[in-house]
């Protein structure tokens, strides 16, 4: 037995002494990658470049900081300490597409003169007063090319030493935060200002044109009272070829949705696209033929109004350009269809038309013209199966959808009783049988007896 416990208890040992290297070679292999990591800096006379960290104390010489590879999303400025205050360049990279943003403001006592963040993934220039603290040493800051969507002129009017600042290559929400961009006296230091660009809603136009549209809309938008619309520049597209190639034209929509209006507003901005008037109490759609300001505008939406009559619009050159023209639930009994034919011909950029939910008048004068033009309409005509006659109380077609009715049906005479022309059409012809009745007994009298009819014998 004691024998075999020796063995046993050298085996422990063993295994004991075994574990303890495992252990010893883990830690100074960590040990060897701190080792390594503080090599991740190379210095070159003032210059330190770093991979990956911030080295913890540059020595006196280093003058530039260049830190590749920043592997977290946040960075604290204050781990720029004391031992960064001869640092005159700093420089931070990381993964651009990473999002970063800075967790503090920068700290009081560093001597920083060019700060580079370009290419860093960062999402915003935060916390406010970021840089207040360099306000006396900063000369050069580049924040292109991050993610930055916005910009407050309090972010940089606090650097009075600011000489250049660069920050094209990011996404700008190009919106009401930017325009003071267009004060040229608060942008002389952004160097770089003419080729920023719009993110994702005007993608890729540049920042400064785009937000002069904004203000040019905000000016001519009917959004004061009564008439309360608001006013969107929905995209910007290039101007035609041959002009210059940087000339954008501003697509605009004019949203007037239920705002209680018994007009159309008098006024639009300049370049119209798009108006929606859906949802009012408008009954009048004179403005669209009459008022030059509607000239330009392609879509427009009525819906929900109470329109009785589009008779207005005839001979209007609007109908010959627009695009949409929805007219849903409204009071529309009959249009002028040939008008309104004559229009819409000549219309190539015609893509829908709305006339359903309306109370039609089906009878023989009307229906079978309007069936024309459903079917000749129909590949624009987005809601043909609500277009349906009026809903009447004992009348066959009330509520059927007006391009299946059979035209004889509709044109058919009225059952029961006859009518006037039908008591016209059989009094001429008792007339007719009367005077050839007459003719034959005249005719027979005067054969048989010789006669004359008693008018003939009194002519002179
Ligand atoms: C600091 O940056 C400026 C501008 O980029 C450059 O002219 C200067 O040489 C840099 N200083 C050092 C020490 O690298
Ligand atoms: C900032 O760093 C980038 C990349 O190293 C460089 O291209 C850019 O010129 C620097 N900006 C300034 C102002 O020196
Ligand atoms: C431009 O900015 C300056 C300085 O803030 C201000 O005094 C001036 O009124 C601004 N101009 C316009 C047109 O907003
Ligand atoms: C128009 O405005 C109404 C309410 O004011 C809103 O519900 C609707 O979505 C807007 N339409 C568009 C196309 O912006
Ligand atoms: C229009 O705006 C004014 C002021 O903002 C408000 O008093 C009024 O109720 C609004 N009218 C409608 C129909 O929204
Ligand atoms: C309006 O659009 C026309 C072309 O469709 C363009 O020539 C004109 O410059 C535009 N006006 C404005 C103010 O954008
Ligand atoms: C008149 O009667 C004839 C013969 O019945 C018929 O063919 C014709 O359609 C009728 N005309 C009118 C206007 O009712």
């Known amino acids: 037995m004691v024998q075999q416990t020796a063995p046993l208890w050298r085996q422990n040992a063993q295994l004991f002494f075994f574990a303890l290297l495992l252990a010893l070679q883990a830690s100074s292999s960590r040990l060897a990658e701190v080792a390594e990591e503080e090599q991740h800096c190379v210095q070159d006379g003032p210059r330190l470049t770093c991979n990956g960290l911030l080295p913890a104390a540059p020595n006196n010489e280093v003058l530039d900081v260049r830190v590749n590879d920043w592997p977290e999303i946040i960075f604290d400025p204050r781990s720029l300490t004391q031992t960064y205050k001869n640092v005159k360049n700093l420089t931070i990279q990381g993964d651009p597409n990473t999002m970063r943003r800075f967790t503090h403001a920068f700290p009081a006592g560093l001597g920083l003169q060019v700060l580079n963040i370009s290419r860093l993934g960062l999402v915003a220039l935060e916390p406010p007063g970021l840089f207040d603290n360099l306000a006396n040493t900063l000369v050069v800051l580049d924040a292109s090319h991050n993610q930055l969507h916005q910009l407050a002129a309090a972010t940089l009017s606090q650097l009075t030493y600011l000489k250049a600042a660069y920050f094209e290559g990011n996404p700008w929400k190009c919106g009401a935060e930017l325009s003071w961009l267009l004060n040229a006296s608060l942008t002389s230091r952004l160097l770089d200002l003419a080729s ?34 608001s006013c969107i520049l929905t995209n910007v597209v290039p101007g035609m070829s041959g002009v210059d190639p940087g000339f954008l034209i501003p697509v605009i929509t004019v949203n007037c949705t239920a705002r209680g209006l018994y007009r159309a507003p008098p006024y639009l901005p300049v370049n119209t696209t798009t108006l929606i008037l859906s949802k009012n109490m408008i009954s009048d759609v004179r403005p669209l033929a009459m008022n030059p300001h509607y000239r330009q505008v392609k879509d427009i939406f009525l819906d929900n109004n109470q329109i009785r009559s589009i008779a207005t619009l005839e001979g209007a050159e609007w109908l010959t350009t627009c695009r949409v023209f929805s007219l849903r639930n409204n009071y529309l009994s009959q249009i002028p269809v040939y008008a309104i034919d004559n229009g819409l011909g000549k219309n190539k950029n015609l893509a829908q038309l709305y006339l359903g939910n309306n109370p039609w008048v089906c009878d023989c004068m009307f229906t079978p013209g309007f069936q024309d033009l459903l079917a000749k309409y129909q590949s624009v005509i987005k809601d043909a199966n609500d277009i349906r006659c009026a809903l009447r109380e004992a009348d066959e077609n009330s509520f059927q959808p007006i391009r299946h009715l059979s035209r004889s049906l509709l044109c058919q005479e009225p059952k029961g009783g006859l009518s006037g022309l039908d008591i016209l059409n059989v009094s001429l012809a008792l007339c007719i049988l009367l005077v050839l009745g007459k003719l034959a007994y005249d005719y027979w009298s005067f054969k048989t007896s010789g006669r004359l009819p008693w008018l003939v014998a009194k002519m002179p």
């Open 196 to 229: 920023w660009e719009c993110g994702p809603a005007y993608q890729g136009k540049s920042v400064l044109p785009v937000l002069q549209m904004q203000r040019t809309l905000l000016s001519q938008c009917p959004s004061r009272p009564p008439y309360n619309c």
